[in-house]
Each structure stands twice: as C-alpha cells, then as structure tokens.
C-alpha cells in the first residue's frame, strides 16, 4: 500500500456523519477521503443538471476526439436528457432504448427520442415483449445489449438517442455495436 493512502478499519462511532446530522459542508474539511456514490449518501444532486453536464462532456469528446461525429450532435435541446432514465437497456440489435420490468418484460422503448407504441414494441420484441436480459450483466456484447444503471452512466442513454437521431437523418452510418464502443471508449 501506498504510503499517502490511509485506511481506516476501525471507525470510532463520533466520527460517523448521517447526512441529516451535516449541517454545513464546512464539516466535509475534517475528512482526509470522501467517497461518492450516486445514492445521495452525502449530497442531494441536481440529477437533470448532472445529465446535462455529462452529456455536454460526452458530447464534446465525441466530436473532438472520435471521427465521424457531425456536429449536429451537440444541437439537441438540453431537455434531450430527460430520456436519461435509471435502468434502461440499449437493444444495439435492434437499436432500441428499453426500459424493462423486473420479470424481463419490454415496459417502454425508445427509438431516438421517439417513443415507440405498443404495437411497434409488440412487432419488435413479440406478443409477450419479452427481452432476454439479466440485471446483473451489465454489457453483454454476445446478446447485444449494454444496461445503464446509475445517475453517472445514465447520459449515455442521451447520446446514444441523439446519435440514433442522426442516423435517421442520415448524418450518421454507425451500427449499434459501434455506438456502444464510441460511448465507451471516447
């Protein structure tokens, strides 16, 4: 172990801090090491202002470092990231964004921004709109989908929705696989 990392194993009780108990951030200064995790455990985020945010910076890089990005892709209103939903899956076979029950049922999906009727997830995904999909796979490229599950990862959903917006438009000639790679590796 490094020698400026400090682990603390035993954790006397009065230095534990319930978020109800913080009264100003001026005590978050008594702490060597804060960890975040996106569950509010310290702070109460602005989760459309977090989204907006993070999809400025994917989009940014996506423009500036990955070939093939028009810049149309950053021409989207900034109440685009309002699809940015916990627990969607990206269909890449079918290029679809789903949003999917506990028993694996298609609930909602996305094609773009354009929310698709019931009939048009029935023809997709069949009568029982049943989606092969298990929570605890994240990305599976072998079955084709890619789940997006925390407020952090969740703006990926936006820029994946504006991308499928340009290859509607025919901006853009990218499959889903190649969509998923470039959100994660740009």
């Avoid at 509010?40 to 999809?55: F, G, P, S």
């Avoid at 400025?56 to 990231?81: M, Q, R, W």
């Avoid at 890449?92 to 094609?111: G, P, Q, T």
Wanted: charged residues 35%; contains cysteine.
């Amino acid at each position: 172990m490094e020698e400026h990392i400090r682990v603390h194993r035993e954790v006397p009780k009065e230095s534990i801090h319930l978020k109800n108990e913080l009264k100003s951030l001026s005590q978050l200064g008594d702490f060597d090491v804060i960890g975040f995790d996106a569950d509010h455990t310290l702070i109460r985020y602005n989760v459309k202002d977090l989204a907006v945010m993070i999809d400025k910076c994917f989009v940014s890089t996506l423009c500036e470092e990955c070939k093939g990005y028009p810049e149309e892709i950053e021409n989207f209103p900034e109440d685009a990231v309002d699809i940015a939903l916990n627990g969607v899956v990206f269909d890449m076979n079918n290029e679809r964004l789903i949003k999917i029950s506990d028993d694996s049922k298609v609930m909602r999906a996305f094609h773009g921004f354009t929310e698709l009727e019931d009939d048009e997830i029935t023809e997709i995904y069949g009568p029982e709109r049943h989606f092969e999909f298990t929570p605890w796979e994240f990305r599976n490229r072998e079955k084709g989908f890619a789940g997006f599950h925390t407020y952090f990862d969740s703006p990926g959903i936006v820029v994946i929705a504006k991308m499928m917006e340009l290859k509607k438009k025919g901006l853009l000639e990218k499959t889903g696989k190649e969509m998923l790679e470039d959100v994660y590796t740009c």
